[in-house]
């Protein structure tokens, strides 16, 4: 059974700096996505991660994706408040036609200026 | 493209009450999933729809909850009795091409049982 460990699940960072999440997985996964959630609002989708090596980017956000050391990394770029917010992991346990996306608990990030 | 819908967002009740939440799934999206969401936790599935048989239901506790499909595009989940223990969010979400595809989320229904 899949398991997701993200870390750190609390994150606060000044405006301007860098920083990165990790995402470890248990067992092998089909594919990894990382989903952002504001306070009282739906998950969104960011990124999904297909292969060894898939390196995803989207403004300040660049994800990866290493399924031999079962690691992804959300890497955040000079930070601004805006991208406050809860960033969850996800990976595919997907058996035949059953299994379902395995979320990690979160990781609540505070851009502070 | 309207996204997914569901209400009501927000329901209060009282232990041992029933309550209902229902989901309009974005169109086209056969497939449709219920997951729970407790506080600090990342969602976890319920149960999940193609058009409108439940292929995994497993997670459900089907002693109190009970979801239905009916023709293959809204659904409703319902819990009766709620106990304390269920006060969470609710999620619905779907997707396009199977349950391998993006999943889509709804804002979600945030019960409070007291």
């Known amino acids: 059974e899949l398991k997701v460990e993200q870390n750190p699940l609390f994150l606060s960072m000044q405006e301007g700096k860098n920083y990165t999440i990790y995402c470890n997985y248990s067992?092998?996964?089909?594919?990894l996505y990382w989903y952002r959630q504001d306070p009282g609002k739906s998950l969104e989708s960011l990124f999904v991660?297909?292969?060894?090596?898939a390196v995803k980017q989207e403004g300040r956000l660049m994800a990866s994706l290493d399924t031999k050391a079962r690691l992804s990394t959300l890497h955040i770029t000079a930070a601004v408040h805006d991208l406050s917010a809860t960033y969850f992991c996800?990976?595919?346990?997907?058996?035949?036609?059953?299994?379902?996306?395995?979320f990690g608990k979160g990781t609540k990030l505070s851009v502070k200026p | 493209e309207a996204g997914v819908v569901q209400s009501p967002r927000y329901k209060i009740i009282e232990k041992k009450q029933p309550v209902a939440f229902w989901c309009n799934p974005i169109?086209?999206?056969?497939?449709l999933y219920w997951y729970l969401q407790n506080l600090g936790q990342g969602p976890e599935l319920l149960i999940r729809?193609?058009?409108?048989?439940?292929?995994?239901d497993s997670q459900l506790p089907k002693d109190r909850f009970s979801a239905e499909r009916l023709k293959g595009v809204d659904s409703t989940l319902k819990i009766q009795p709620a106990e304390l223990g269920d006060s969470a969010v609710y999620l619905c979400?779907?997707?396009?091409?199977?349950?391998?595809?993006?999943?889509?989320f709804g804002p979600g229904t945030r019960l409070t049982v007291l």
């Open positions: 979400a779907s997707s396009l091409a199977g349950h391998t595809d993006t999943q889509y």
């Open positions: 991660l297909l292969s060894n090596g």
């Open positions: 729809y193609e058009n409108e048989e439940a292929v995994d």
């Open positions: 996800a990976g595919g346990d997907y058996g035949g036609s059953q299994g379902n996306l395995i």
């Open positions: 169109s086209g999206h056969n497939t």
């Open positions: 067992t092998t996964s089909d594919r």
